[in-house]
């Protein structure tokens, strides 16, 4: 070579290093990348690879916008990411016989046979593609290009990111000693474990209404929340099938009666009249039996409250009209001075949960307003419970004399046991990992 074309490639270096120095941001850089540099090597087609939070191609030869979906895009970008993954020097020349079947198959739709990958310090990666092969001295001066690239390209990367300020912070050191022990300190400090759960404020032994018989309820008697006297009726089943039933039998028990006052009379005058009565007696027997149960169960239509409370219940529409079955609740009858909490404890927080242990009800109606109450049981069993969710349902006993109204909703926290700091912020973290690891 001449010191003629020597001295030329050197200005032309000294002039792409100026041109990238200069570049007002990232993608004017790129594009002197891409395109200039066949000022110092020729090649056909170039391509820009950006490393960083977000790995892509950057820069295409001959082109001002990309488009990440094109199939020629795509392609690149898994050939630079396969690349960047093997081991190597940061100058190498790719051939397609070397590649993974899926990118060495489309090689020759897309680059020509030699191809020169340059790393661009930890910045990304330059590829420049020709049909002629690489010389020596080419790829020497490639190689003082990639540096001075990669050196650009660095201007424009974040400067610190939340990996280098952390290390920053535990590197070992008088003020990272001093934050150690603050912290261990604090990890000791013991706290009272609590978690949260969906409460409610429900009745102390509640009397269950049911339906007596299977049929349709024609009527609701009272209101949700109404407060009722004993004896006062609540609702009735539909009676037209009964009330059918009940005519037909107490027909059927005259008819029998006639025939056995018939059969009474001839069995004065008649021995054989005798052998008549006694099975018309057994038939009018027969038939008053049905009929005194027909009027028992038509009776039994009408449901009156047993005794003194009040009605709680969804809502008149929802249970009118309604096809129920025999022994399905309908309402509940509640003494409103005897309530008691009623918490669910979700299943994927649970914790040891004793007799006796404290719980507050914070209500939704009440932000300002709390209720402290006794632990009496805990299923042993997780149930589902509104939302789809497994939990645990815990019955407590309101401890202070202002007990919240029946049917008041609210959070309700439970305590449990006292635990260092580090346990109570690592709980549910170590359940999750002890979960996905299998321990």
């Known amino acids: 070579m001449s010191a003629a074309d020597a001295s030329r490639d050197l200005a032309a270096l000294v002039a792409l290093m100026h041109r990238a120095r200069a570049a007002g941001d990232a993608a004017e850089l790129g594009f002197v990348i891409v395109n200039e540099s066949q000022q110092l090597l020729a090649y056909r087609q170039a391509a820009l690879w950006r490393e960083g939070l977000q790995r892509h191609v950057g820069a295409l030869s001959g082109l001002s916008e990309l488009e990440p979906t094109a199939p020629y895009v795509q392609w690149l970008a898994a050939l630079f990411r396969h690349v960047a993954a093997q081991p190597g020097p940061d100058c190498r020349l790719l051939k397609a016989e070397a590649l993974p079947p899926a990118l060495g198959a489309e090689w020759a739709s ?86 949260l759960a969906r409460g409610e404020v429900v009745a102390r032994d509640p009397f269950l209404l049911r339906a007596p018989l299977s049929g349709v309820i024609a009527s609701i008697a009272v209101q949700p929340n109404q407060r009722v006297a004993k004896g006062a009726p609540l609702f009735a089943l539909d009676a037209t099938a009964l009330s059918g039933q009940y005519a037909l039998a107490s027909r059927e028990r005259e008819a029998a009666q006639e025939s056995y006052r018939v059969s009474a009379q001839l069995a004065v005058t008649d021995d054989k009249g005798k052998l008549a009565m006694a099975q018309e007696r057994a038939r009018l027997e027969e038939k008053s039996i049905a009929a005194d149960y027909s009027g028992r169960e038509l009776q039994r239509l009408q449901v009156r409250a047993p005794q003194a409370g009040v009605v709680v219940f969804s809502d008149r529409s929802d249970w009118q009209g309604k096809a129920v079955v025999v022994g399905e609740k309908v309402m509940t009858l509640a003494d409103p001075a005897q309530v008691e909490l009623a918490a669910w404890l979700p299943a994927a927080e649970a914790m040891e949960v004793a007799p006796g242990a404290r719980i507050v009800l914070y209500p939704n109606g009440a932000p300002a307003a709390s209720h402290e109450a006794e632990v009496l049981r805990v299923a042993y069993k997780a149930e589902a419970a509104e939302g789809g969710l497994l939990a645990y349902r815990i019955q407590a006993r309101f401890v202070d004399r202002s007990a919240p109204r029946l049917g008041q909703m609210g959070t309700a926290k439970v305590y449990g046991d006292w635990v260092p700091l580090a346990y109570y912020v690592l709980r549910r973290p170590l359940t999750a990992a002890r979960q996905w690891l299998g321990w």
């Open 110 to 195: 897309w680059l020509p046979a030699e191809v020169l990958w340059l790393r661009l310090g930890g910045q990304g990666a330059l590829l420049l593609a020709r049909a002629e092969a690489w010389s020596p001295y080419e790829l020497k001066l490639a190689q003082e290009l990639a540096h001075c690239y990669g050196h650009a390209l660095a201007l424009f990367a974040p400067r610190r990111n939340l990996r280098e300020l952390a290390w920053d912070w535990l590197k070992p050191g008088p003020r990272q000693r001093k934050l150690l022990v603050v912290l261990l300190l604090a990890a000791c400090v013991p706290v009272r474990l609590s978690v």
